[in-house]
């Protein structure tokens, strides 16, 4: 081996011996073995140890690397294409340095094993031309753990785990399956300094090195590395933490994309936090208003700025025409939407909203799967949307909210604000009927206050008026014929008139509570029309009296129902101020064993106030309820408003105490008192059915619109049966039973048809099952049972109902 102080003189004479003893020397007196460069690498079981270890042996390759120098040796990386391997020389000397990459050596040597991995230590070293440098192996450092790739120049990419250093050099771990691959970069004498520790864990890397082994203890298949020449065969790719220039843009459009959608949500939400104080503000609104017309003015102003719709429109449910109202505007007139035979156009839309009890959208009208095709004349819009609005799990009525100028279909989120405003609407709608019912026993209260003064005052008045009526008629006796008889005369009319009006004023003031007898209601009107004529003529009132003749009887008070009728002549001539044709028509009729009394008038709408006309129908309808009638106002374009009170009638043949000249008593009950139903059914013709049969034998029918208000009736006023449908609205008939059994005599369910199991499970202890239709024979049955001994009993005869 030579010394490290060698020239180069001397090392070429060298290799021209080493040549020229290889030439000269026969082949047999060599005990050297030429092997391949995989055959170098051969390991043995079990502990994987060189096949080749302490041989002397010649191998051939091209340099593929720089020599590595250690502290104590060198190595020199040689491969070929079926592999590689390394040559070691021990010591400082710089003899292997002289050899480039490219170039083509044969080495003749000792096979010595460091760290398990086999190599040559050379004696003699020729050089035999110039090749291709090697291309490096791109592998994995999984795959590169290997004996194959001991010696080959290998590259590979891999991520730091750990980067350090010790005495004998740097060393950085790369991530792999099984176990990290090192790679090594030794102290140099030339570069005391070499250090790989600046990488960080998680930087990826790009290493260029030779492929060895340092495995100190067998077995000798583990401890595969590479070594690094030069500092500058690691490339740093990736520092952990720093992001390539297009995972920084994603990066940027990812963070712009959402803080986009972060900006429109926040907006979005902050537009919906709008609409809802808005629409919160409008619900307040909603709830303190005076009447429908008033909600609806304020749903047209506050609408469109909170769904942006163009049209608002309110249908109101009218339980006993059958029909939707539609609120036209303050003081306007409704028009009626018939909910059985509905015309075309939007109000199709409404009805089937009402009747499905569930928001209907409707994006476009020309796609409506509803008649939405508009009339000549009518509105047209765009789209529709119809809420239902919803009290008490009752449908009160219809919202309408239109889009005239295009298409639009309403969100899903527009679609639960308009259906929360609708059920706001519906409680107002409840609120306002609650309302009008508290003023009218407030003014029922107010006159019966004044009428217990009023009647006060009269009885004061009746002695002094009647003792001026006594002394005018005696005095107007002994003035016959005298010159002071005009004037006697008039005062003795005086006084009979200021008796009458006493007289009259303590019967309106009256709070009757007699039993109820039969009052002609034929002579009842005319003489109140004849107390009225001479103020009618004064207000150029024309009077068509158009009465009947013939005395028509009702059973009830004469004094409830003379106030009855007075109030709305009353409000009848008010009415009648700014008309220019001052007429008033006075009719009555009978259909069907029912007195229909109709007043008809010619005043202008605009000359009547819906609250004064609402407090007249409020105070008389619940006289004429108790008294089994309904009072309506009926106003349609092209006719004279009119008032219809229809009261149930009763035949000559049961008023026979007053026809013929030797009566029969009729049974009566000890008491004295009248029987009386109350009746809770919402089908307009079972209720009418059973109305007339109970007025026929006699009863005084209360009729109510739901079972609260007929709950509330029962708590307060003795009833001998009452009657409920299935179907009533507000509480429901079973907990209604339980809590009125003990206010009434009997209580009658009201059923659709004949159910056998309903009878059997419901039926006891004055608790009855009626099917609707009414049949009288199961009428009757059920009103003897509950009718006590010695009531006064009207039997049903054939055709009756």
Avoid at 70 to 80: G, K, M, P, R, V
Avoid at 428 to 448: G, S, W
Avoid at 650 to 675: C, D, N, T
Wanted: aromatic share 6%.
């Amino acid at each position: 081996m030579a010394q490290s102080a060698m020239s180069p003189a001397l090392a070429r004479w060298r290799r021209c011996v080493l040549a020229l003893s290889l030439i000269l020397l026969p082949p047999s007196h060599s005990a050297e073995i030429r092997i391949g460069l995989d055959q170098l690498g051969k390991r043995k079981a079990p502990d994987f140890s060189s096949v080749y270890e302490g041989k002397t042996v010649v191998v051939r390759g091209v340099v593929s690397a720089p020599a590595v120098r250690f502290t104590d040796y060198s190595l020199l990386a040689i491969e070929t294409r079926e592999g590689g391997g390394i040559l070691k020389v021990a010591g400082t000397d710089t003899w292997l340095t002289q050899f480039h990459p490219g170039d083509e050596i044969e080495a003749a040597g000792t096979v010595v094993v460091l760290y398990g991995m086999p190599m040559v230590a050379p004696e003699n070293i020729l050089s035999v031309g110039r090749k291709l440098v090697p291309a490096p192996l791109e592998l994995e450092p999984k795959a590169a753990q290997d004996v194959r790739y001991i010696g080959r120049l290998v590259r590979m990419e891999g991520t730091v785990i750990d980067a350090h250093h010790n005495a004998g050099g740097s060393v950085v771990m790369l991530k792999a399956s099984d176990e990290p691959f090192r790679l090594f970069a030794p102290r140099l004498a030339g570069h005391p300094n070499a250090d790989l520790s600046a990488f960080r864990k998680g930087d990826v890397v790009r290493a260029t090195g030779i492929g060895i082994q340092y495995a100190p203890t067998p077995p000798y298949n583990t401890g595969f590395e590479l070594l690094l020449p030069d500092l500058r065969d690691v490339m740093p790719l990736e520092h952990a933490g720093s992001l390539s220039a297009p995972v920084i843009a994603a990066g940027i459009t990812v963070v712009l994309l959402i803080g986009l959608f972060l900006w429109s949500r926040e907006r979005r939400l902050r537009g919906q936090r709008k609409k809802l104080r808005k629409t919160y503000q409008l619900g307040e609104e909603i709830l303190g208003a005076t009447s429908p017309a008033t909600i609806l003015k304020r749903l047209s102003e506050s609408l469109p700025a909170i769904l942006g719709v163009t049209r608002v429109q309110l249908y109101l449910y009218n339980r006993g025409a059958k029909t939707l109202d539609a609120i036209v505007d303050e003081g306007g007139e409704s028009a009626s939407i018939s909910l059985s035979a509905p015309p075309g156009g939007t109000p199709a839309g409404a009805v089937a909203c009402f009747h499905y009890r569930t928001l209907l959208v409707i994006p476009d009208i020309d796609r409506s799967p509803f008649p939405m095709a508009a009339e000549a004349g009518q509105h047209a819009p765009k789209s529709l949307l119809f809420v239902p609005m919803m009290a008490q799990s009752d449908v009160v009525g219809v919202l309408e909210l239109d889009q005239d100028d295009r298409v639009r279909d309403f969100t899903a989120d527009e679609q639960a604000l308009a259906q929360h405003l609708g059920n706001q609407i519906g409680v107002a709608i409840r609120l306002l009927d609650q309302r009008t019912v508290q003023e009218q026993l407030f003014r029922t209260e107010k006159l019966a206050a004044v009428g217990r003064l009023i009647s006060g005052v009269v009885n004061e008045l009746q002695t002094p008026l009647a003792s001026i009526k006594d002394l005018a008629n005696r005095a107007l006796e002994k003035a016959h014929g005298g010159p002071a008889e005009r004037e006697v005369a008039a005062i003795a009319r005086e006084a009979a008139k200021a008796t009458g009006m006493v007289t009259r004023l303590v019967s309106f003031a009256s709070n009757e509570h007699v039993e109820a007898r039969p009052v002609d209601v034929n002579a009842l009107v005319r003489t109140l029309i004849d107390f009225r004529e001479s103020d009618w003529k004064a207000s150029g009132i024309r009077v068509r009296d158009l009465t009947s003749r013939e005395p028509q009887y009702v059973l009830g008070s004469h004094g409830q129902l003379e106030q009855v009728f007075l109030n709305l002549l009353v409000h009848t001539e008010q009415s009648l101020a700014l008309s220019e044709q001052k007429t008033l028509t006075i009719r009555t009729s009978v259909l069907a064993r029912r007195l229909l009394v109709e007043i008809s008038f010619s005043g202008p709408a605009e000359a009547r106030k819906p609250e004064e006309t609402a407090a007249v129908l409020g105070v008389t309808r619940s006289v004429i309820a108790g008294h089994g009638g309904e009072v309506r106002l009926i106003e349609k374009s092209g006719a004279e408003p009119r008032f219809e009170i229809e009261l149930p009638a009763q035949v000559k043949e049961r008023m026979a105490p007053q026809f013929h000249s030797s009566p029969a008593p009729a049974p009566v009950r000890e008491s004295g008192r009248q029987m009386t139903a109350l009746v809770i059914e919402p089908e307009e013709a079972a209720h009418r059915q059973l109305l007339a049969l109970l007025s026929a034998r006699g009863y005084r029918v209360v009729p109510v619109e739901n079972s609260d208000t007929g709950l509330d009736l029962a708590q307060r006023l003795r009833f001998d049966a009452a009657f409920c449908s299935l179907h009533a609205p507000g509480l429901n008939w079973v907990e209604l039973s339980e809590r009125m059994q003990s206010r009434v005599g009997g209580f009658v369910l009201l059923s659709d048809g004949y159910d056998a199991e309903l009878s059997a499970d419901f039926e006891g202890e004055n608790r009855f099952v009626l099917p609707k239709p009414v049949q009288e024979g199961d009428l009757e049955r059920i009103l003897k049972s509950v009718e006590p001994q010695g009531a006064t009993v009207i039997p049903f005869k054939t055709g009756t109902a």
